[in-house]
């Protein structure tokens, strides 16, 4: 009779049975669906970086602004950089998630931090290119009075958007990184209840 009693205690102890709770198993199927925002993500950062690289456009930029063409030529390799990395971090996510090992679940999770913060970063730097471009504006004005205003204000106003939605989207990490802390917390009870 105790050793039933006993059975039935330790059955209904989330810390023996790690992989029949509904908790983890939210947790896994949670974690699965930020990698798959996390590789979205990165294609979105690589197909935006493209965009600002493309020849012709580059082309018309260089055609009325130097300056601004440097702008977007670093803005876009960053953003073309930041989507690569993002890719890799997907894949070492994937290999985390599926063997919820501590290493790699720290590794991934420190991955997500140093993608967060290079994408705040290159966020930041978008907007700070948007806000230089009306002294460009003005310089080119002295020299070009005929010029066209319009492809000045049309390069702030993406300068400035593509490096809000860089912000934007970098910030969103943080909802990986609380779910893999979730993820180790998880691992290190079962190893725990393994070394007993």
Same mark, same amino acid.
């Given at each position: 009779?105790?050793?039933?009693?006993?059975?039935?205690?330790?059955?209904?102890?989330?810390?023996?049975?790690?992989?029949?709770?509904?908790?983890?198993?939210?947790?896994?199927?949670?974690?699965?669906?930020?990698?798959?925002?996390?590789?979205?993500?990165?294609?979105?950062?690589?197909?935006?970086?493209?965009?600002?690289?493309?020849?012709?456009?580059?082309?018309?930029?260089?055609?009325?602004?130097?300056?601004?063409?440097?702008?977007?030529?670093?803005?876009?390799?960053?953003?073309?950089?930041?989507?690569?990395? !993002? %890719?890799? $971090?997907? #894949? @070492? =996510? *994937? /290999?985390?998630?599926?063997?919820?090992?501590?290493? &790699?679940?720290?590794?991934? +999770?420190?991955?997500?931090?140093?993608?967060?913060?290079? !994408? %705040?970063? $290159?966020? #930041? @730097? =978008? *907007? /700070?290119?948007?806000?230089?471009?009306?002294?460009? &504006?003005?310089?080119?004005? +002295?020299?070009?009075?005929?010029?066209?205003?319009?492809?000045?204000?049309?390069?702030?106003?993406?300068?400035?958007?593509?490096?809000?939605?860089?912000?934007?989207?970098?910030?969103?990490?943080? +909802?990986?990184?609380?779910?893999?802390?979730?993820?180790?917390?998880?691992?290190?009870?079962?190893?725990?209840?393994?070394?007993?």
């Amino acid at each position: 009779m105790h050793r039933q009693v006993e059975s039935q205690y330790y059955h209904y102890t989330p810390r023996i049975y790690v992989h029949k709770r509904p908790l983890h198993w939210f947790i896994m199927f949670i974690s699965y669906l930020f990698i798959f925002l996390l590789i979205l993500e990165s294609i979105a950062f690589i197909v935006l970086g493209a965009w600002h690289l493309s020849i012709p456009r580059l082309e018309n930029i260089l055609s009325f602004s130097d300056d601004i063409y440097r702008r977007e030529l670093g803005f876009g390799i960053l953003l073309v950089i930041i989507g690569s990395i !993002g %890719i890799l $971090i997907s #894949i @070492i =996510g *994937i /290999i985390a998630t599926i063997t919820l090992r501590l290493l &790699l679940l720290r590794i991934y +999770v420190s991955c997500l931090w140093f993608m967060m913060i290079l !994408g %705040i970063v $290159i966020g #930041i @730097i =978008g *907007i /700070i290119f948007a806000s230089q471009v009306d002294g460009f &504006l003005n310089d080119d004005r +002295v020299n070009n009075p005929n010029l066209v205003e319009s492809n000045y204000h049309k390069e702030k106003f993406l300068l400035g958007m593509n490096g809000g939605l860089a912000l934007f989207m970098s910030l969103t990490m943080l +909802v990986g990184i609380i779910i893999v802390h979730c993820l180790i917390g998880d691992a290190n009870s079962r190893s725990y209840v393994r070394s007993k």
